[in-house]
T-cell receptor
């Protein structure tokens, strides 16, 4: 069982609508959590980074939340655009000497006109 | 915009051939990584390096090898490619210092197909 679970696996929304992607993790000890956007055939690009003490962080139309007690995070996309079509990957970093990245399998978002 | 480059972007090759996937970064990062990603699946770390002449195997067993002779260069080699090696290979680098400790910047990836 993956230590980082994302839902939904895929999502289709109309342009201009909002959506929320979920991430549940069991990684411990926890250092920080990141959301990446990965366009098809490209490498992931960082959207947000949140430490244990942060519970919300915004990057333009992207807003990430973190509840370290329940080990849940969400990524909210406001007023979606066609260019938001991509995979969104939740990554949790373990707090040990390795600072290993634990990747979720991603949510594939398709924004339709 | 991260300055990390991978070549080739796409490679189709026959079984048994030797291949080298190139990765270079111009950010002076000390740490570099190779990930393997199958379609719709999560990234798996196959190799990493914490500096020149340092290489370690990652979580996912791989028949590939890597070398780190220069800080900016981290090539991955497959001595004898097989269809099971078909996948996307992503290179990343990170800096040990600064406010974004260990934030990894990814290259565009190499999509390898072995026939």
């Amino acid at each position: 069982k993956n230590q980082v679970e994302q839902s939904p696996q895929s999502l289709i929304i109309l342009e201009g609508k909002n959506c929320t992607l979920q991430c549940n993790y069991t990684v411990s000890p926890f250092s920080n959590l990141r959301w990446y956007k990965q366009d098809t055939g490209r490498g992931p690009v960082s959207l947000t980074i949140m430490t244990f003490s942060e519970n919300t962080k915004s990057n333009g139309r992207y807003t990430a939340t973190l509840d370290a007690d329940t080990k849940q995070s969400s990524l909210h996309i406001t007023a979606s655009q066609l260019s938001d079509s991509a995979s969104y990957i939740c990554v949790v970093i373990r707090m040990d000497s390795s600072y290993k990245l634990i990747f979720g399998s991603g949510t594939r978002l398709l924004v339709r006109p | 915009e991260a300055d990390i480059y991978q070549t080739p972007r796409y490679l189709v090759i026959g079984t048994g051939k030797k291949i080298t996937l190139e990765c270079s970064q111009t950010m002076g990062h000390d740490k570099m990584y190779w990930y393997q990603q199958d379609p719709g699946m999560e990234l798996h770390l196959i190799h990493y390096s914490y500096g020149v002449n340092s290489t370690e195997k990652g979580d996912l067993s791989s028949e590939s090898t890597v070398s780190r002779i220069r800080t900016e260069h981290f090539p991955l080699t497959l001595e004898s490619a097989r269809p099971s090696h078909t996948s996307q290979y992503l290179c990343a680098s990170s800096d040990s210092t600064g406010s974004h400790y260990n934030e990894q910047f990814f290259g565009p990836g190499t999509r390898l197909t072995v026939l």
